[in-house]
């Protein structure tokens, strides 16, 4: 008995401790955190009735479009499971070069990889921040992949990927909204992304605050109602934000297509991973969203096209929106495609609008 007790008591601590690594070694984000703010010097404070610019894009860590990861055939059968250092080395510039071009007020970003094996365990936007003026002196970001070893046969490695923003103006918070999750085993769901939502609240002198955002939803959601839940939690977060008094411009990789024709226009072999009735209708019944569908649906539709999917040979949906609050004036939105189709597997949205 007393040697059954003992060998109890052993897997009983082994079990603990198991445990207790992979807590330790995951990413356990509150349901909403405050964010650090990071001051890179003085920045002036918005104005009421201001004009802005708004540069969204997702990075694809850098990786460039020399390559079809695993994960971008929907079977995981992609050749590649990393970019090269070369390739990454060359993408920099190439982002630089645009935002520099663009010179836009504010920039929301997705996919930046910090901790990731994949990436050399680089925080890229750190990297980014050096190459850019000093004149954006305020930004925030957020993890939404982070664990120390994902035992995935084409990871076998360190995971870390943020959401950022980078403001030449004054922010005073900023916090993480954790997105639904996707239905999984416990282990999986650890190890697995956790979606969120960043927002940053800049002061406005003579008028409200603003909440800048950026979010990345989920992918590979077919099967379940992740995506209905993740645009459901998005509506309750932007109606808080304006009972609250803040105006709000929310950015992002939405990873769905918008209402229209957009659907039908889908390779056949992709229509299962959408809905016929795509979830981000509801946004667009109860926000100005960016681009328009009829923008999109009309003659010149191929101008609005954000995603250019690494196993195609041209740009051929839309996966990234703008969302504006009622009382933010739109003044213009485009699309810059003549010059990035080798940077990322997405192109970068610009949207110009006037405070209230």
């Known amino acids: 008995m007393k040697k059954a007790m003992r060998i109890l008591r052993i897997v009983v601590l082994v079990a603990a401790a198991l445990t207790l690594a992979f807590r330790l070694s995951t990413y356990h984000p509150k349901p909403i955190q405050a964010e650090r ?3 890179r010097g003085d920045a002036p404070m918005l104005q009421s009735g201001q004009s802005l610019k708004v540069l969204n894009w997702n990075l694809q860590y850098m990786a460039g479009k020399n390559y079809v990861f695993f994960y971008d055939e929907w079977d995981g059968s992609g050749k590649d499971d990393r970019p090269s250092r070369q390739d990454i080395e060359a993408t920099y510039p190439e982002v630089v070069r645009v935002i520099r071009d663009e010179d836009p007020d504010l920039l929301i970003l997705q996919e930046l990889h910090d901790g990731s094996s994949s990436t050399d365990g680089e925080n890229q936007l750190e990297r980014l921040l050096s190459y850019l003026p000093a004149s954006y002196a305020y930004y925030a970001s957020a993890f939404y992949w982070k664990a120390a070893f994902v035992p995935h046969p084409r990871i ?3 995971a870390g990927m943020k959401l950022a923003i ?14 639904p999750l996707m239905p999984a085993d416990p282990i999986t769901r650890h190890l697995n992304f956790k979606r969120a939502v960043l927002e940053l609240r800049l002061p406005v002198q003579g008028g409200k605050p603003l909440s800048l955002m950026s979010i ?13 839940r993740q645009v459901d939690y998005v509506i309750e977060l932007l109606g808080r934000t304006v009972s609250e008094g803040r105006s709000f411009i929310i950015g992002g990789d939405f990873n769905l297509v918008p209402p229209g024709l957009s659907y039908a226009r889908l390779p056949d072999d992709e229509k299962a991973m959408f809905q016929t009735d795509t979830e981000i209708a509801k946004l667009y019944a109860l926000y100005r969203g960016y681009p328009r569908v009829e923008d999109v649906d009309g003659p010149e539709g191929e101008r609005y096209l954000t995603h250019f999917p690494n196993i195609r040979d041209r740009p051929d949906r839309v996966l990234d929106y703008y969302f504006v609050s009622p009382d933010i004036a739109p003044l213009d939105f485009y699309v810059r495609q003549h010059d990035t189709l080798r940077i990322s597997d997405h192109l970068p949205t610009i949207m110009e609008f006037k405070l209230p």
């Not at 980078?166 to 900023?174: C, P």
Request: hydrophobic share 40%.
């Open 216 to 228: 990345h939803m989920d992918a590979f959601a077919q099967g379940s109602d992740t995506m209905q």
């Open 156 to 158: 076998m490695g360190s």
């Open 37 to 39: 703010v990071v001051s």
């Open 166 to 179: 980078i403001s030449k103006y004054r922010v005073d918070q900023a916090f993480r909204y954790q997105l």
